[in-house]
Nanobody, 125 residues
């Protein structure tokens, strides 16, 4: 079955960097649409970056220029590089996957069938 496992979260000071990983299994990497989301307690899950299976990447305005998505298909892994971190970036970060099909409004959680367990990012000032 499809599994997504995030890792790489941690505590970092303001202005620091982290790289999150999402190891995938159960499907041929590159055939599903993928995305990164984040969520803080009491708030809705927020789309951070969407990765269309054709390779096009879209970023939320709040992270554009600071976060970067990359992929390693040989390792079945999706990455999210977080630079210039601020306290507003503190959240649980999730990886999500959607089987091939119509893919629009990438930032909506309901577009995705599969989710990882999340990895926590905490930014301190």
């Amino acid at each position: 079955q499809v599994q997504l496992v995030e890792s790489g979260g941690g505590s970092v000071q303001r202005g620091g960097s982290l790289t999150l990983s999402c190891l995938t299994s159960g499907f041929t990497y590159g055939t599903y649409h993928m995305a990164w989301f984040r969520q803080t307690p009491g708030k809705e899950r927020e789309g951070v970056a969407g990765v269309e299976r054709g390779g096009r990447i879209t970023y939320a305005d709040s992270v554009k220029g600071r976060f970067t998505v990359s992929q390693d298909s040989a390792k079945n892994t999706l990455y999210l590089r977080l630079d210039g971190l601020d306290s507003d970036d503190s959240a649980m970060y999730y990886c999500a996957a959607d089987p091939p099909g119509n893919w629009y409004q990438w930032y909506l959680p309901q577009m995705y069938d599969y989710w990882g367990q999340g990895t926590q990012v905490t930014v301190s000032s």
